[in-house]
Structure formats: C-alpha cells, structure tokens
C-alpha cells in the first residue's frame, strides 16, 4: 500500500493500489470487484444488489443498445465491460494501467465466452487512440480523479465518440471550490492521494461540467448519487472488519490501512465532498 510513486509515470502512481494482488479486492469488493458507488433502490439492497442496479443505471444513462461499441475509461476489475458485453452484446474496449486488472478481465471474457466482444488495452488513457467515431459510448467510473488535464481528457474522448453519443463521468468532487482549498493540502486528502493512489485529485463538479462544455459535451443529466457512495463505502468497511485476519496475512497491517483510508473517503459525505454522475452527449 505504500509504494513508491515518484519517477515512473502516471501509471506506476495509480498501480500501486489498483495493482495489488486480486485476492485483496475480492475480499471486500461485491462478486463482480466493481470499485466505486453502487445505486441502492430499496433500503433492503445489499453491496451487490446495488452494484447490480449500478451497472443498468450507466447502460441506461449512456443510452446503450444491443451491439454497440463502448469505450470504458479505466475499467477497473472490469465489472462494466463485462456486463455490458454479456448483457447487451457490445463490443467493449477497456482500458487501464494495472496489468493484474487486465489480466483478470481477459481471462473472465474467455471463461464467459466473451472473448470476441471484450478488448482490454494496458496502459493510461492519455496514450490511448482509436479513429474518431470509434464508439457509440463511453464510460468512466470513478477514473478522471487520477488524469491531471482534465480538457484533454474530454477532448480525446469527444473524438473518439459518434455524433450524438453519450458519456457517463462518476467521480467523487469538492463540494466547492472553496473546499477544495481549504481541504485539499490537509493530512487525509494527503494520505489518500499519495498513500493509496498516486495521481488522484478531487475537483469540484464545476471544474467538470467546464472541461466538458469547453470540449465540446452537452450536458444531459448530473445525478447526485452521494448517499449512494457514502452507504456503498460503510459496506465495504463492513467487509475489511470482516476479513481482516485474511487481508493481513496477505500483507501485514493491510486491513488497518484499508480501514483509515475508507473511512477518511466516508468521512466528508455532504460536508466536504459530494459523488455526481455526469452524463455528456456528443452534440447538442
């Protein structure tokens, strides 16, 4: 957990947490490892029932239909990708910097018979390139947080996008600006962003809506989705407490570690921070 980040580029910053040997994730995450906020409809929902929801949620909100061609921007443990393979028949095309989380999804894709519609591409998303109009949708769940030029990123993705396609943006943001000086040099942000994951920074979800507008992105839907993340994060602390034994005697004090940083994520819920789902279309 406390790799070092400095001189081998964006992707070394972000593999140091993402990057960690699978059994960690699979020890507080849900079924499918997908790591950011689940969608809780009903009070009774469990982590996996609301992860569930989640993923219909963004098919739904990035307008997808049986064979499209989507675009998952830091696809994680692949949960997305995936689902949306197997649901709706798309051919998806994830990226990410972690070679285990590749290596994960290619070897699931070729277990649930996916393999042709499934496309994993190891690295970070500012080397990665299509032809413009490559794809009907894009997705990012929780992943612009650790891209330092945010236009770029909604300039690269806009291109690569048909007319008229839509993209899905989740990412935990300041509440204002305001709160993002006053909080963004204090010891928990600091340990967050260098301790667990290199390369992260919550920016206020006007700093998004602007990166998207000045790329060229109509704006369609921003649904505030943070009591959702703030329930999905106490069901995760839940599960470290849980397998604490197990996740210490893969890394001794992992599950100490795990636990302060979770709970410094949970701690601003409303108060310091918020968790937006942006969605953009392509076109007016």
Same mark, same amino acid.
């Given at each position: 957990?406390?790799?070092?980040?400095?001189?081998?580029?964006?992707?070394?910053?972000?593999?140091?947490?993402?990057?960690?040997?699978?059994?960690?994730?699979?020890?507080?995450?849900?079924?499918?490892?997908?790591?950011?906020?689940?969608?809780?409809? &009903?009070?009774? !929902?469990?982590?996996?029932?609301?992860?569930?929801?989640?993923?219909?949620?963004?098919?739904?909100?990035?307008?997808?239909?049986?064979?499209? &061609?989507?675009?998952?921007?830091? =696809?994680?443990?692949?949960?997305? #990708?995936?689902?949306?393979? *197997?649901?709706? !028949? =798309?051919?998806?095309?994830?990226?990410?910097?972690?070679?285990?989380?590749?290596?994960?999804?290619?070897?699931?894709?070729?277990?649930?018979?996916?393999?042709?519609?499934?496309?994993?591409?190891? %690295?970070?998303?500012?080397?990665?390139?299509?032809?413009?109009?490559?794809?009907?949708?894009?997705?990012?769940?929780?992943?612009?947080?650790? @891209?330092?030029?945010?236009?770029?990123?909604? #300039?690269?993705?806009?291109? @690569?996008?048909?007319?008229?396609?839509?993209?899905?943006?989740?990412?935990? =943001?300041?509440? #204002?600006?305001?709160?993002?000086?006053?909080?963004?040099?204090?010891?928990?942000?600091?340990?967050?962003?260098?301790?667990?994951?290199?390369?992260?920074?919550?920016?206020?979800?006007?700093?998004?809506?602007?990166?998207?507008?000045?790329? *060229?992105?109509?704006?369609?839907?921003?649904?505030?989705?943070?009591?959702?993340?703030?329930?999905?994060? !106490?069901?995760?602390?839940?599960?470290?407490?849980?397998?604490?034994?197990?996740?210490?005697?893969?890394? !001794?004090?992992?599950? #100490?570690?795990?636990?302060?940083?979770?709970?410094?994520?949970?701690?601003?819920?409303?108060?310091?921070?918020?968790?937006?789902?942006?969605?953009?279309?392509? %076109?007016?």
């Amino acid at each position: 957990m406390t790799a070092t980040v400095a001189a081998e580029g964006p992707a070394h910053a972000t593999n140091q947490h993402y990057d960690l040997d699978p059994a960690v994730f699979e020890q507080f995450l849900d079924p499918m490892r997908k790591y950011s906020s689940g969608l809780y409809l &009903r009070d009774g !929902d469990d982590l996996a029932a609301a992860q569930r929801h989640k993923l219909r949620f963004v098919a739904d909100r990035i307008g997808i239909s049986d064979g499209g &061609r989507v675009l998952d921007i830091g =696809c994680g443990w692949g949960a997305l #990708t995936l689902f949306l393979a *197997g649901r709706y !028949d =798309c051919t998806v095309t994830g990226v990410t910097p972690a070679a285990r989380q590749r290596d994960h999804i290619v070897a699931t894709a070729a277990g649930r018979g996916l393999a042709d519609r499934v496309r994993v591409h190891h %690295g970070v998303f500012e080397e990665f390139d299509a032809p413009t109009g490559s794809f009907d949708a894009a997705a990012a769940l929780g992943s612009v947080i650790h @891209m330092t030029d945010l236009p770029a990123v909604f #300039t690269r993705t806009r291109r @690569m996008l048909r007319r008229g396609g839509r993209f899905y943006v989740s990412e935990s =943001c300041f509440r #204002t600006p305001a709160v993002q000086a006053e909080f963004d040099a204090r010891p928990g942000t600091d340990y967050v962003r260098n301790t667990i994951f290199g390369n992260g920074r919550l920016r206020p979800l006007s700093e998004l809506v602007a990166a998207a507008e000045t790329a *060229g992105f109509a704006v369609v839907a921003v649904d505030d989705l943070t009591d959702h993340y703030r329930r999905t994060i !106490d069901a995760w602390i839940t599960n470290v407490a849980a397998a604490a034994d197990r996740l210490d005697a893969l890394e !001794d004090g992992l599950a #100490t570690r795990l636990t302060h940083y979770l709970e410094i994520a949970n701690a601003g819920w409303g108060f310091t921070t918020k968790h937006y789902g942006l969605t953009l279309r392509n %076109g007016r």
